[in-house]
């Protein structure tokens, strides 16, 4: 399949691995592909996202919110749930450092929970020791990752496309329906049906 990718295309799986190291994770989600698409403003598909509001920045902020950023891993909702229970999680950091040394809390998140559609973490680890050993190795795609690029795929053979590029890419995440990459089009205020006719239209307006 990877055969019939453009080199934007290409560019865009790489940068989507970028995205996973920069943001310590190891795992290469939806999220970071969708990150990497939007590295790509003037690539068809990803400008039609870009015109409906979306950019690079916005979805990494999303996915830092959602997954973590190689930190406590506790997206924003879940810190509102914790405060509303009594549980700064600015001070309970705080006494940690305190106590044991700056980073004490570091630790890596590991990839969303398929089965269960949350966002888990690892239990605590030295950041840098795990990251060290991310960057020297392989990065795997989840199963919803891979599927979205079968998909782009398909959506390239259904428009009689020779090519796979990042218009397909952005359809293909637009075709994903765990809840995950649901989660991430609402936080960014995409409804995916919508944006997908959308980029279609644009699609057949530049042919």
Known sequence: MFERFT????????GAQEEARALGHGW???????IAVLRRPDEPGAATLVRLGADAESARAAVERAAGRGGDGVGE????????????LEEVRRRAEDAFGPGALDRAPRPPDERRGTWAVLPFRRRGADRG??????IPFTPRARKALELSLRESLALKDRHIGCEHLVLGLLRSDDRLTGDLFARLGLEPETVRARVVADLRGAA
Do not use: P
């Open 28 to 34: 290469i989600g939806t999220e970071h592909l969708l």
């Open 7 to 14: 080199r934007q295309a290409r560019a865009t799986v790489v």
């Open 133 to 138: 050993r991310r960057d020297r190795g392989h």
């Open 77 to 88: 909702e879940d810190a509102e749930a914790l405060r509303a229970l009594g549980i700064d």
